[in-house]
């Protein structure tokens, strides 16, 4: 790497830091209880209202938001495409059926199976969407996420019957549209597993920056390509499914981030990573606290905010491509 480029890289990584950290005491501020060392009368004192509360609710949005926007970079590295991600690819519809299944049949579980199952039924459906991708003409790039598209939707709607038949929609609605109001202390910790999934990303980031260039060139440079899509995919799946069973469907944060940040500082995934984990985790946070402050003291949840940013965003990209084309 160049050091004009690694320059670059340490003054993005340093803007996005401060940016991030002004979100967080902002998001630990933003609140329907006002803040006082002492305690507001008949409310929550401050340090268990920070403890249970607010740091959880704004740690989890950091750990979601950079996992899934690196869920997304690992998407697209295996797809050979930018406009696809998890939500878009079936891998969250696959995650909530999962959920819906331990529903069903353990209706008592923990979060822990209900993430175990998740994590296997979105494994599942993001490897039928790669097998059936990589066979779509490779001149047509938009086929693969409209394809993704509707493959998202057949699974979504398979789940919507089901919840249908059996009376659990308003269950459903709670999964496929994500916020942060119900995370407390106790309730969370599993987004942890982001910090993992980041970490790993980081150490193969070299061979996911190779395994872009294609199957054949990939494997000619002494790539396992199978045995990196075998770790791509779970970590994509892991990612999706902690998501859906904590906070619920947050959509596009793992197509906007990827492609920001590649426009910005270029595709080798050695420098750019830690530049999306921030990047997601700055959209998402900031996108809920923009939620609760729409309409305050009420909320609009983050999938919701997201569901408004992301479409426009990915338009703006296919229309950015045909110009440059």
């Known amino acids: 790497m160049s050091a004009k480029l690694e320059t670059h890289h340490r003054r993005a990584m340093i803007g996005a830091?401060?940016?991030?950290?002004?979100?967080?005491?902002?998001?630990?501020a933003i609140g329907v209880q006002e803040l006082s060392l002492s305690g507001t009368e008949g409310g929550m004192p401050f340090g268990d209202l920070m403890a249970i509360s607010r740091l959880p609710r704004t740690l989890a949005a950091v750990l979601c938001g950079a996992g899934l926007a690196v869920a997304g970079?690992?998407?697209?590295?295996?797809?050979?495409?930018?406009?696809?991600?998890?939500?878009?690819?079936?891998t969250a519809q696959s995650a909530a059926l999962g959920i819906l299944i331990v529903t069903l049949f353990l209706p008592a579980a923990g979060l822990g199976v209900k993430a175990l199952v998740a994590s296997g039924c979105a494994l599942i459906g993001t490897a039928l969407f790669l097998a059936t991708a990589h066979r779509l003409p490779p001149e047509q790039p938009h086929l693969v996420p409209l394809f993704g598209l509707v493959y998202g939707?057949?699974?979504?709607?398979?789940?919507?019957?089901?919840?249908?038949?059996?009376?659990?929609?308003?269950?459903?609605?709670?999964?496929?549209?994500?916020?942060?109001?119900g995370v407390l202390k106790g309730r969370y910790e599993l987004l942890f597993v982001a910090f993992v999934i980041v970490g790993v990303a980081t150490v193969i980031a070299d061979r996911l920056t190779i395994m872009a260039l294609g199957k054949d060139q990939a494997t000619s440079l002494g790539i396992d390509y199978r045995r990196m899509t075998q770790i791509g995919l779970v970590l994509v799946s892991?990612?999706?499914?902690?998501?859906?069973?904590?906070?619920?469907l947050i959509p596009f944060v793992g197509l906007v981030v990827p492609n920001l940040i590649s426009r910005l500082s270029g595709d080798n995934l050695r420098g750019t990573l830690p530049l999306v984990a921030l990047g997601g985790a700055i959209l998402v946070l900031a996108s809920d606290i923009a939620g609760r402050v729409m309409r305050f003291p009420y909320e609009i949840p983050v999938g919701t905010v997201m569901g408004v940013i992301g479409p426009a965003v990915f338009l703006w990209f296919i229309l950015r491509e045909r110009r440059d084309a």
């Open 17 to 28: 830091g401060l940016c991030l950290a002004l979100l967080v005491v902002l998001s630990l």
């Open 153 to 181: 939707g057949v699974v979504g709607a398979a789940v919507t019957y089901v919840a249908w038949q059996t009376d659990l929609l308003q269950y459903l609605d709670i999964w496929t549209n994500g916020e942060f109001s």
């Open 238 to 248: 892991v990612m999706s499914a902690l998501s859906v069973v904590v906070v619920g």
């Open 73 to 90: 970079q690992i998407m697209q590295t295996l797809t050979r495409n930018r406009f696809v991600e998890p939500s878009t690819a079936g």
